[in-house]
C-alpha cells in the first residue's frame, strides 16, 4: 500500500496567491491552475484580463507538470524536431504542454502537485510559476 502526500485546498490557495502577487507585481493578468500529484485540477483562478486560451493552457501545464514529474520547458527541449519526445504535444488528447510555465511542486522529496501559469511570455508564465511555488514553501 503506498501513502501519498498531497497539497491540500489550502496549500492550492497559497500557490495561487504566490502566483498572483508576482503576476501583479510584473503587471501580466495570467490563468493559474494548481493540480494535486496526480494532474487533478485542485485551484484554478483567472485573473481579470487573462487571456481566454490560456485558461486550458495552465490547467495543461499543470497536468503535464505532475505526470513528467518535471517542468513543462525541460519536456519542451526534448520536443523538438529529431528529439526523443517528439510529436508528444499530440498525445494525452493534446494536453501535454511543451511551452514553459508548468512545474512540478516537491516537498521533502515528493511531487505533491504541481502549478501551471498561462497568459504571458514563457520566461514571465515560468518566474510566475515559480512564485506560487515559493509562498508555499516559505510560508
Known amino acids: 500500500m ?4 498531497r497539497l491540500d485546498l489550502m496549500d492550492a490557495q497559497a500557490v495561487i496567491a504566490g502566483a498572483r502577487a508576482e503576476a501583479e507585481q510584473i503587471g501580466v493578468p495570467m ?3 494548481v493540480t494535486d500529484e496526480s494532474g487533478n485540477l485542485l485551484a484554478f483562478e483567472r485573473m481579470d484580463g487573462g487571456k481566454i486560451p490560456s485558461v486550458t493552457i495552465a490547467i495543461d501545464k499543470s497536468y503535464t507538470a505532475a505526470g513528467i514529474r518535471k517542468g513543462t ?3 519542451g527541449e526534448g520536443a523538438q524536431p ?4 517528439y510529436g508528444i504535444f499530440a498525445t494525452v ?4 504542454i511543451t511551452i ?7 516537498v521533502d ?7 501551471g501559469v498561462s497568459s504571458g511570455t514563457p520566461t514571465q508564465d515560468r518566474e ?5 511555488i515559493d509562498a508555499l514553501l516559505n510560508t
Open 31 to 33: 490563468c493559474i491552475a
Open 93 to 96: 488528447g493534446g494536453r501535454m
Open 128 to 132: 510566475v510559476a515559480q512564485a506560487g
Open 2 to 5: 503506498l501513502t501519498l502526500k
Open 100 to 106: 514553459a510555465g508548468g512545474l512540478p511542486i516537491e
Open 73 to 75: 520547458h525541460q519536456l
Open 109 to 115: 522529496g515528493e511531487i505533491v502537485g504541481a502549478i
Open 82 to 85: 529529431d528529439k526523443p519526445v
